[in-house]
Structures are given as structure tokens and as C-alpha cells.
């Protein structure tokens, strides 16, 4: 071998590779075990590479137990990075990452694939390595790869085992292809997640789920597109109710569901800015859920299901739920008048009301029989909406069971059906042209 030493250290490196500099320093060279140890104690800038760990990429050997050393050996040195290059990566176990960890597609999700087949119930689960609680948290990070999932639980999980840890915990540049029964992404137990700038991808309108919350509390999501699910978004009841409250939903586009956005027993469900598109049963459906707040979204129902369902069912330690903002949202059917209720406010019996709800300055565009209908829901606020129904003598609003609601300053186009309630001043709907 011909050497120029006069040429740079750092090329000389990039020239020789590792073998080679240690066959120049007087060292035996090192085999593939031991290049990988070398890399795992020494190259603390470009992270862990799971070809070096025997990752073969070609869609066909199962790569679990490479990629599994490689996140192993990043827990023991302390190197936090793991770097998936271009290729498809079969995976045919559960993949274990231990916080703090970063895990990085350098192909983004144009190459650089993981795919998990349909006998995988867990893919790739990131745990926190104790209980003890830790300010500001262990990161636990997902970037630039697509995972194709076909199986029935989770393509990827964030647990922390029930701790209070404030995690720093990111997805992101990420495409999820669920192609199975499952959901793409799972937070369980865990606090402060980011999700961002990802796509969540499926075969139908009923089949898999973007993202599952449970036990989960203050989790942004923003800026992603759902398309093609039986759920975009789902928050389940957690059974210990720790932190089921806080979601930030903002700026996402989502087309092609049965339920758009679903929640159970939540608190602070704040939904912005959103374009929730071709739902056949509910666009938003929040079940004994309080405190929050649904504003300047589109909404397109394509099928005879409401675009927002409030109903109570078996609320969280009190008799009632509420306080909900339904603001400034832009409703346009689908499905003529055979469908629901445009909005239905469903409390379970008159001891268990929905109670303090506003519905406030939305179009609602070709309603189906009812723009808004209420049952058993008291402290209800109906005030400067705009109705247009799909057809002629359908009902604006229908309350079954009036008598502590207010219906005030709104544009109608048929008969408020609500004696009982505070009816105000509304006003009747005209075209152009308008004749004195």
C-alpha cells in the first residue's frame, strides 16, 4: 500500500479505515466483533452503525439480533445515537431501546425502512432504565426512518413504566405504514411527547390506527398526516388515570377514517387547526371528556355519523362532563339527509348530563335532518352559528330534552325546535337576491 503521510490526519483516517490503521500502528487487525466494540467506545460523532453490527438491509434476513446489539451497545457505552442507513430492514422480534437514546434513519423514510411482519405484536419499545425520577427526563427520540408494521399491537412504544418522569421525548420526519390491525405508534405512561412533521399511512378507512395515548399527558401533536385508518388518533381511558389530560393536536391533515380523533375520558383535549377529512362515523368523538377545547377546523363527514360526538358514558369521579369549546370550525357534509345529527350533545340519563358546553360561530354547510341535537345536556350555549341545510325542512336545532340551554344569535334556515330553553333573537337565513 502506497501512503502519502504528508496528507491530512482526518483524510488519512477516511482513506486507511480502521483495519488498515491498525495494521500500520504494528496491531493485528480486528475483526468484526471487535471493529464494532472499537466503534461503540470510540466514534462518538457519528453514532452507532447498525451494518456493523451485522445488519444486512435486504428485506429478507432477519436483522432483529444486529440491530438489537446495536441499541444494547449503545445503553452500555453511552453513545446515545443509533444511525439506520438506506435499506429494508427485516425485523422479526421486538426491539428494546433503553433511554437516553436517538435513533436516526440517515436515508430518511425515502430508504431507509424497517419492517416489522405480522406475527410481531411489539416492535421497537423505548423504557426508561429505572423508576427513579429524573427532571428533565431521558430523551427518547425517532427520526427520518418509515416503519412498515403489519401486525396487531404496536409498531413502536414509549413506556415509562408508571414513573413521573418529564420526558423530552420526539418522532419526527417518520412515515408509518400500518398495513395490519394495529396502530403505528403507542405512548403508554409517559409525559411531554413531541410528534411531528410524520405521515401515518394504512390500507382502508377501517382497518389500524395512527396513534394511541394512554396514561399520557401533554403530548403535542402536530403537523402530520393521517390518511386511510380506522383511527387517526385515539386516547384511550388509562386504567390508572395518571395523566390522562393535556394533548395539543394542531395543524394535521387527516383523510379517510370511521373516527378521526377519539377520546375517552380526557381532560384538555385542545384540537386546532386541523383538516379532518372523509370520517364515516365521527370526525371528533369526545367521550366523558372535560376541559377542552375544539376551534378553526375543517370538518368533512362522509358517512352518517356525526362530525362531533359529546356524550357522557361512566365519567372520571364525577356526575357530569363538560366545559367544552366547539368554536369556529367549518363543517361541510358529504351524505345528504340521511345522516345524524351535524353535532350531537348526548348526556347518558338526567343524572348524567353533559353539562357547559359552547358551540359557538361555525358554518355548519348541508346538515343532515339536525344541525345540533341535544340530549340530556344542560348549560349549553348555541350562539352565532350558521346553518345550511342539505335539504328543505330539516331542523337546525333539536334539543330532546330542553329546559336549561341558550339558543341566541344564530343564522337559521328552519324551525328551533327547543321550548323550554332560552331562545333568543336568531335569524333567518336569505339568498341573494334579497327583495324589500
Not at 403530548?219 to 386516547?235: D, H, P, S
Not at 387547526?273 to 369526545?286: R, S, Y
Not at 362531533?308 to 339527509?337: A, D, K, M, R
Not at 350533545?345 to 346538515?367: E, F, M, S, W
Amino acid at each position: 500500500m502506497n501512503t502519502d503521510w504528508s496528507m491530512p490526519r482526518r483524510h488519512l483516517l477516511k482513506t486507511m479505515g480502521f483495519a488498515a490503521m491498525a495494521t500500520a500502528a504494528g496491531m493485528a487487525p480486528l475483526g468484526d466483533g471487535q471493529r464494532a466494540a472499537a466503534r461503540t467506545v470510540n466514534d462518538t460523532t457519528s453514532g452507532l452503525n447498525i451494518r456493523d453490527f451485522g445488519a444486512r438491509g435486504d428485506g429478507i434476513t432477519d436483522d432483529a439480533a444486529a440491530i438489537q446489539a446495536a441499541l444494547n451497545a449503545a445503553r452500555k457505552s453511552g453513545i446515545d445515537l443509533v444511525v439506520v442507513p438506506a435499506g429494508t430492514y427485516l425485523v422479526g422480534s421486538t426491539l428494546t431501546a433503553w433511554a437516553p437514546i436517538r435513533i436516526v434513519g440517515l436515508g430518511g423514510w425515502a430508504t431507509s425502512q424497517i419492517l416489522f411482519p405480522s406475527h410481531v405484536n411489539l416492535g421497537l419499545v423505548f423504557r426508561q432504565p429505572s423508576s427513579q425520577f429524573v427532571y428533565p427526563g431521558r430523551a427518547m427520540q425517532l427520526v427520518d426512518l418509515t416503519i412498515t408494521y403489519a401486525g396487531s399491537g404496536y409498531a413502536v412504544q414509549f413506556n415509562e413504566n408508571g414513573d413521573a418522569t418529564v420526558q423530552d421525548t420526539l418522532v419526527s420526519g417518520c412515515r408509518f405504514h400500518v398495513t395490519g390491525n394495529g396502530a403505528a405508534l403507542q405512548s403508554l405512561n409517559q409525559r411531554d411527547a413531541i410528534i411531528t412533521q410524520s405521515q401515518f399511512l394504512g390500507p382502508n378507512a377501517s382497518t389500524g390506527t395512527g396513534i394511541v395515548l394512554n396514561d399520557s399527558d401533554n403530548t403535542k401533536i402536530i403537523n402530520n398526516v393521517f390518511y386511510n385508518l380506522q383511527y387517526a388518533i385515539r386516547g384511550e381511558r388509562g386504567a390508572n388515570r395518571v395523566y390522562d389530560a393535556g394533548t395539543v393536536i394542531i395543524g394535521n391533515s387527516m383523510y379517510g377514517f370511521t373516527e378521526a380523533i377519539s377520546f375517552d375520558g380526557w381532560e384538555l383535549v385542545q384540537a386546532i387547526g386541523n383538516i379532518v377529512d372523509g370520517a364515516t362515523t365521527n370526525c371528533f368523538h369526545l367521550r366523558d371528556c372535560y376541559h377542552s377545547l375544539i376551534m378553526d377546523n375543517y370538518l368533512g363527514p362522509s358517512g352518517s355519523g356525526n362530525a362531533l360526538l359529546i356524550e357522557t358514558y361512566q365519567p372520571w369521579g364525577s356526575s357530569y362532563v363538560g366545559q367544552i369549546v366547539f368554536q369556529g370550525n367549518f363543517i361541510n357534509h358529504y351524505e345528504g339527509p340521511t345522516g345524524l345529527a351535524t353535532i350531537a350533545v348526548y348526556g347518558l340519563n338526567k343524572y348524567l348530563p353533559v353539562d357547559q358546553v359552547t358551540i359557538a360561530d361555525n358554518i355548519i354547510n348541508a346538515y343532515p335532518q339536525h344541525g345540533i341535537h341535544l340530549k340530556y345536556s344542560q348549560n349549553v350555549i348555541i350562539s352565532g352559528n350558521t346553518f345550511v341545510a342539505a335539504f328543505e325542512n330539516e331542523i337546525p336545532i333539536y334539543d330532546e330534552t330542553p329546559g336549561k340551554n341558550v339558543i341566541i344569535n344564530n343564522l337559521v334556515d328552519g324551525k328551533i325546535v327547543a321550548s323550554g330553553d332560552r331562545v333568543g333573537e336568531n335569524f333567518s337565513r336569505y339568498s341573494y337576491p334579497i327583495t324589500f
